[in-house]
């Protein structure tokens, strides 16, 4: 079957835009095999502010807390804050307990305000030279403050990420994700080579706090206040670096239900963010972010949406044409499996979209792999997942984000 | 406010672009280069079906010097092989399409061309084989062309009989949009306007034939 013109022709764009932005990758990698990260171990520790948000987390609070109160760093030079948004659990219970033996500061909102508006709140009494976020089912490896600081010792250091991974894989679904958030540890490294990381995730980044205030907090209207950040950030001039070895997890959706909503909220906030900062868009101020990273991503965008379209399209027009044909030959379905030629079957594979698909996926295959070694994960365990991840679930989220696009063009009511 | 610019590392982007340039290029050259190969298959093929049509006629000379009882088996036998081998290029022809990367459309008209004097030289020799062996082979001509709304659903209506019926229907698909004596002249001869057209066993059907009026006229 003979795919229209236009079709093939979306499809080889998109597949150009793929394979440009992953031999980018590649090169950024090969270029910067080897060399250190631009660290200094502060010699006097400064203090550090945690803030942990927490709406209804009962379940997973305690055990964040404990873990931040873990960290291999001097007690004294710790100042935890958790802000409660009028939870209806017994979240301001578990927390008035760690409150009590003063181990945090607590605030209750009243009513409930949002993830942002938590932060800020925190931020008015931050008393750390440096504060870090982090949610209140997510947990940290002990040593992450250590392996963060030195980042900030370049004054023009904003921010730095750590490497977060999803803390539970048993079902198929928490499998494919683990593969997804180790792909990004790796590529947000590859960004920060380019200083172009577009989001400071909510599980341990840590930031400047004077460049927090410097830009006025988080943004309380924005689906996706972490990558509001990141970008802000940049715009006022400071740099995100990345720690492939600070070590941070969390929770991940395990229905399919729940994943659909965070990726709807995760990719409806990005092309708000990219509206928002639009003037960033092919600006060389902004160097790679602006010419290379927010472009791409957003042809990387349309590309998706006009491949799903189009394929979905084409898969209609041939289903109600098969049931057509199906009819005049009074729906006699056996008939159709003949005896395959097998030879005939693999002569016609071989084309150009064939090569190229190759071609693309080995780039992807690499990338992944690369990945997992980089940041230091056996593939074994979780080779079905990751085989998942590199097929299938490209096709899931784009089905997600042209759901994002249609709920943005929509003018949804934004929900957590 | 840091008042610096951003890094912009031109050489990175534009080696990426020059690389994935490099591979589409590449993917281009290998589709073209393997489309030539198919044509050259093709190619192979008809010389072979056109050796086996000369022993089909040579055949058919024993017919006078051997009689029927003996000779009639074995032109049934070369009929079957010339009909698979037959059908393997229309198949592969067919795929080739002008639709897909192919861009040697000079060679594969050319081949278009030699296929369908092939089925007409085929098509006349099964006529003669079915009077003089009286054997209950049928014939259908398919005359299609570019613009024509039925013959898509006409293709896939033959489609289904050939595997129905086997060796026992020997189906001639002629594009009328080809420029080619041969065609010409079998159209004139069965007043051929519009399409799809079938010469059933000689008789002439104008339009889309459904499933069931076709199989009625075939012999079972």
């Given at each position: 079957?003979?795919?229209?013109?236009?079709?093939?022709?979306?499809?080889?764009?998109?597949?150009?835009?793929?394979?440009?932005?992953?031999?980018?990758?590649?090169?950024?990698?090969?270029?910067?095999?080897?060399?250190?990260?631009?660290?200094?171990?502060?010699?006097?520790?400064?203090?550090?502010?945690?803030?942990?948000?927490?709406?209804?987390?009962?379940?997973?609070?305690?055990?964040?807390?404990?873990?931040?109160?873990?960290?291999?760093?001097?007690?004294?030079?710790?100042?935890?804050?958790?802000?409660?948004?009028?939870?209806?659990?017994?979240?301001?219970?578990?927390?008035?307990?760690?409150?009590?033996?003063?181990?945090?500061?607590?605030?209750?909102?009243?009513?409930?305000?949002?993830?942002?508006?938590?932060?800020?709140?925190?931020?008015?009494?931050?008393?750390?030279?440096?504060?870090?976020?982090?949610?209140?089912?997510?947990?940290?490896?002990?040593?992450?403050?250590?392996?963060?600081?030195?980042?900030?010792?370049?004054?023009?250091?904003?921010?730095?990420?750590?490497?977060?991974?999803?803390?539970?894989?048993?079902?198929?679904?928490?499998?494919?994700?683990?593969?997804?958030?180790?792909?990004?540890?790796?590529?947000?490294?590859?960004?920060?080579?380019?200083?172009?990381?577009?989001?400071?995730?909510?599980?341990?980044?840590?930031?400047?706090?004077?460049?927090?205030?410097?830009?006025?907090?988080?943004?309380?209207?924005?689906?996706?206040?972490?990558?509001?950040?990141?970008?802000?950030?940049?715009?006022?001039?400071?740099?995100?670096?990345?720690?492939?070895?600070?070590?941070?997890?969390?929770?991940?959706?395990?229905?399919?239900?729940?994943?659909?909503?965070?990726?709807?909220?995760?990719?409806?906030?990005?092309?708000?963010?990219?509206?928002?900062?639009?003037?960033?868009?092919?600006?060389?101020?902004?160097?790679?972010?602006?010419?290379?990273?927010?472009?791409?991503?957003?042809?990387?965008?349309?590309?998706?949406?006009?491949?799903?379209?189009?394929?979905?399209?084409?898969?209609?027009?041939?289903?109600?044409?098969?049931?057509?044909?199906?009819?005049?030959?009074?729906?006699d379905?056996?008939s159709l499996?003949g005896?395959?030629?097998?030879?005939?079957?693999?002569?016609?594979?071989?084309?150009?979209?064939?090569?190229?698909?190759?071609?693309?996926?080995?780039?992807?295959?690499?990338?992944?792999?690369?990945?997992?070694?980089?940041?230091?994960?056996?593939?074994?365990?979780?080779?079905?997942?990751?085989?998942?991840?590199?097929?299938?679930?490209?096709?899931?989220?784009?089905?997600?984000?042209?759901?994002?696009?249609?709920?943005?063009?929509?003018?949804?009511?934004?929900?957590? | 406010?840091?008042?610096?610019?951003?890094?912009?590392?031109?050489?990175?982007?534009?080696?990426?672009?020059?690389?994935?340039?490099?591979?589409?290029?590449?993917?281009?050259?290998?589709?073209?280069?393997?489309?030539?190969?198919?044509?050259?298959?093709?190619?192979?093929?008809?010389?072979?079906?056109?050796?086996?049509?000369?022993?089909?006629?040579?055949?058919?000379?024993?017919?006078?010097?051997?009689?029927?009882?003996?000779?009639?088996?074995?032109?049934?036998?070369?009929?079957?092989?010339?009909?698979?081998?037959?059908?393997?290029?229309?198949?592969?022809?067919?795929?080739?399409?002008?639709?897909?990367?192919?861009?040697?459309?000079?060679?594969?008209?050319?081949?278009?061309?030699?296929?369908?004097?092939?089925?007409?030289?085929?098509?006349?020799?099964?006529?003669?084989?079915?009077?003089?062996?009286?054997?209950?082979?049928?014939?259908?001509?398919?005359?299609?062309?570019?613009?024509?709304?039925?013959?898509?659903?006409?293709?896939?209506?033959?489609t289904y009989l050939k595997r129905q019926y086997n060796?026992?229907l020997?189906?001639?698909?002629?594009?009328?949009?080809?420029?080619?004596?041969?065609?010409?002249?079998?159209?004139?001869?069965?007043?051929?306007?519009?399409?799809?057209?079938?010469?059933?066993?000689?008789?002439?059907?104008?339009?889309?034939?459904?499933?069931?009026?076709?199989?009625?006229?075939?012999?079972?």
């Open positions: 079957m003979a795919l229209p013109i236009y079709i093939l022709a979306i499809n080889y764009v998109a597949w150009f835009v793929f394979m440009f932005i992953a031999v980018v990758w590649i090169i950024v990698m090969l270029n910067n095999r080897g060399k250190t990260d631009r660290t200094r171990a502060f010699k006097k520790l400064p203090v550090v502010s945690i803030m942990i948000p927490a709406y209804n987390e009962e379940k997973t609070i305690r055990k964040t807390i404990e873990s931040v109160l873990s960290l291999d760093y001097p007690k004294n030079l710790l100042d935890v804050i958790v802000i409660n948004d009028c939870s209806k659990d017994g979240t301001r219970k578990i927390a008035e307990e760690f409150a009590g033996r003063g181990d945090i500061r607590l605030l209750n909102n009243e009513p409930n305000r949002g993830k942002a508006y938590s932060l800020n709140r925190a931020l008015k009494i931050c008393r750390g030279e440096f504060a870090a976020c982090i949610d209140a089912d997510s947990i940290v490896e002990a040593p992450i403050v250590r392996k963060l600081l030195p980042y900030f010792y370049d004054e023009t250091v904003g921010s730095v990420t750590p490497a977060l991974k999803v803390w539970r894989k048993e079902s198929l679904l928490e499998r494919v994700q683990y593969a997804e958030y180790i792909l990004n540890i790796f590529l947000r490294k590859m960004l920060s080579f380019l200083d172009s990381i577009h989001v400071t995730p909510g599980v341990f980044s840590m930031y400047r706090l004077s460049v927090l205030k410097e830009v006025g907090g988080f943004d309380e209207d924005n689906l996706t206040e972490d990558m509001e950040m990141a970008l802000k950030i940049h715009e006022h001039g400071y740099k995100i670096e990345s720690n492939l070895d600070a070590m941070s997890y969390t929770m991940c959706p395990t229905k399919w239900g729940e994943l659909y909503r965070q990726r709807l909220r995760w990719y409806r906030g990005a092309i708000e963010n990219m509206a928002k900062y639009k003037h960033m868009l092919f600006n060389p101020e902004y160097g790679n972010l602006g010419m290379f990273f927010l472009p791409t991503n957003l042809i990387a965008i349309a590309s998706i949406i006009a491949v799903f379209a189009s394929t979905a399209y084409s898969y209609m027009d041939s289903a109600t044409n098969a049931v057509w044909r199906l009819s005049l030959i009074n729906f379905f056996l499996f005896k395959i030629d097998l030879a005939m079957t693999l002569e016609e594979l071989m084309t150009t979209s064939f090569a190229l698909g190759v071609a693309g996926i080995a780039l992807g295959g690499y990338l992944l792999l690369t990945s997992f070694r980089s940041v230091g994960v056996k593939m074994r365990g979780n080779i079905v997942g990751y085989l998942l991840y590199l097929l299938m679930f490209p096709f899931i989220m784009m089905t997600f984000w042209s759901a994002a696009i249609v709920h943005e063009v929509a003018g949804a009511r934004k929900k957590w | 406010m840091a008042e610096r610019k951003k890094r912009l590392d031109k050489g990175i982007l534009v080696s990426a672009l020059v690389i994935t340039g490099l591979i589409f290029f590449s993917g281009f050259f290998i589709g073209y280069n393997l489309n030539t190969e198919k044509l050259s298959v093709v190619k192979n093929d008809i010389t072979a079906v056109t050796k086996d049509i000369q022993n089909f006629q040579l055949e058919f000379l024993l017919l006078d010097v051997l009689g029927e009882n003996s000779t009639c088996p074995l032109l049934s036998s070369t009929l079957s092989d010339i009909n698979e081998r037959s059908e393997k290029i229309g198949t592969r022809l067919d795929k080739l399409s002008p639709d897909s990367e192919i861009k040697d459309y000079a060679s594969y008209v050319d081949m278009k061309r030699e296929y369908s004097r092939l089925l007409i030289g085929y098509w006349l020799l099964a006529n003669k084989f079915k009077n003089a062996c009286e054997s209950n082979v049928s014939t259908i001509i398919y005359f299609y062309a570019k613009e024509c709304d039925g013959c898509g659903d006409q293709s896939f209506v033959l060796e026992t020997l189906i001639f698909a002629l594009d009328a949009d080809l420029d080619e004596p041969g065609i010409k002249t079998v159209k004139e001869y069965y007043n051929v306007t519009a399409y799809p057209t079938l010469v059933v066993n000689g008789i002439v059907w104008s339009g889309f034939q459904k499933t069931e009026d076709l199989q009625s006229q075939l012999v079972k």
